[in-house]
């Protein structure tokens, strides 16, 4: 079992940075792939980023390459999302993730456990 919590939501202006962080409890958290989600309202869930187990495989979708960053603390069993360069369509709730596996899946169904998620608005 892997319970996930994210935190670092809030509200900035265009342009602006956020972290989003996510704590993970259980163990076996560092054999875990993990990824970040968003779902802003009337719209499906989207991949943000993913990171396989060891951190050395990273995607990012089209829409926030360049400014966002995902990395993982293995000793601190927790992932982080570093956002820069906000825009208001990133405005969404964003959902952390964890998936049992040697990939980094970029489905939402790959994945077993989710956090509860956390509010991003980005106002222009």
């Known amino acids: 079992q892997v319970q996930l919590v994210e935190s670092g939501g809030g509200l900035v202006q265009a342009g602006g940075s956020l972290r989003l962080s996510c704590a993970a409890s259980g163990r076996t958290f560092s054999t875990y792939a993990m990824g970040w989600f968003r779902q802003a309202p009337g719209e499906e869930r989207e991949v943000v980023a993913s990171i396989n187990w060891s951190g050395r495989s990273t995607y990012y979708g089209d829409s926030v390459k360049g400014r966002f960053t995902l990395s993982r603390d293995i000793a601190k069993n927790t992932a982080y999302l570093q956002m820069n360069s906000l825009k208001p369509e990133d405005t969404a709730v964003y959902y952390c993730?964890?998936?049992?596996?040697?990939?980094?899946?970029?489905?939402?169904?790959?994945?077993?456990?989710w956090g509860q998620g956390t509010q991003v608005t980005v106002s222009s």
């Open positions: 993730a964890a998936a049992p596996g040697s990939g980094r899946p970029l489905r939402p169904y790959d994945y077993d456990y």
